[in-house]
């Protein structure tokens, strides 16, 4: 492999991670900032879809302004922070391995909340409450914090046959056996699946809603008003970007899976780790545009920014 292409992945990668995620990382930082705050206004924090996509906002604040960030310290700064002490591996590692479950899994009950509202049947609608919500966002978080732990405990710093240093679960035990073939599972193949199968069946609900004139003497049949229908919308073009953006890292999981035991050539760890870092950050990005997602899709989301602006002015 010529020495030149080599070059050219390592400039193009420093390019990605020294200029460009970090005008990502400032727009999702301000982004999700006023998702949190536009959430929590009156007229929208009553409803559980909102309860979900404000957890959801606060992995993904975790997600850009920590994992994103330190990452782009790494590969465009050349500053590692999870390599200056095996704490710091070990902190970072628990981090990414609890907010890259998190984010799905929040995504996913919002599509779940979405898909229960959508649907005729009342008992369905029954699982769209408040309560509900607590519940289920509460239990996840608690499951994968716990989950994790053990990354805590079976991570350090390893140097790779490239020559560079790596934070990584240790060799020749049952985690780093496991957390590689469950991770791929868990966040490779799952999530995009299960979000596939949700958004497709709450977006028939909404067409079916949407095409339906209801006759006078079905007037008390149920139809999710308009408010609920933006904010499947909203979710559902959230979930097409997350899963389009998941798509390749999902292969290439299954790739590293595939091939993690084949003797490897320093220009094929090179390739490989550069074909990793392109799909990490372009993992980066369905947090970082979230904001801009709500903002194009929802008119009940722009109604209470504009509300939330002008209130702002009156002081």
Request: charged residues 10%; hydrophobic residues 50%; contains cysteine.
């Amino acid at each position: 492999m010529p020495e030149n292409f080599l070059e050219i992945l390592n400039t193009v990668q420093y390019l990605l991670y020294h200029y460009v995620l970090p005008i990502f990382i400032a727009l999702g930082t301000v982004g999700n900032i006023l998702n949190l705050i536009v959430f929590l206004q009156p007229y929208l924090r009553k409803n559980p879809c909102s309860i979900y996509v404000l957890a959801y906002t606060i992995a993904s604040i975790c997600w850009i302004d920590f994992i994103a960030l330190t990452a782009s310290f790494s590969v465009g700064f050349s500053f590692d922070f999870s390599l200056q002490s095996p704490i710091s591996c070990r902190i970072r590692t628990y981090i990414v391995y609890v907010t890259i479950n998190l984010l799905p899994a929040f995504l996913i009950l919002t599509a779940f909340n979405r898909m229960c509202v959508s649907s005729k049947r009342s008992i369905i609608r029954q699982y769209s409450t408040m309560k509900m919500a607590a519940y289920s966002i509460c239990g996840v978080t608690l499951f994968w914090l716990l989950f994790n732990i053990p990354a805590l405990i079976y991570t350090n710093v390893a140097q790779l046959p490239t020559g560079q240093s790596i934070c990584t679960p240790l060799p020749d035990n049952f985690f780093n056996k496991f957390i590689f073939i469950f991770f791929a599972v868990s966040y490779g193949l799952l999530p995009p699946i299960i979000l596939i199968i949700l958004g497709s069946i709450t977006l028939t609900n909404l067409i079916r809603t949407l095409n339906t004139v209801l006759p006078i003497t079905e007037l008390c049949q149920y139809r999710p008003n308009k408010k609920e229908q933006q904010l499947m919308i909203m979710v559902l073009i959230q979930i097409c970007v997350t899963v389009l953006s998941q798509f390749p890292s999902s292969a290439f999981q299954v790739y590293a899976v595939v091939t993690r035991d084949d003797e490897k050539s320093y220009e094929r760890l090179i390739v490989e780790l550069f074909v990793y870092n392109l799909l990490v950050f372009i993992l980066f990005l369905p947090p970082c545009l979230s904001f801009y997602v709500y903002f194009t899709t929802a008119k009940t989301f722009r109604n209470e920014l504009k509300h939330l602006i002008r209130t702002l002015r009156c002081f």
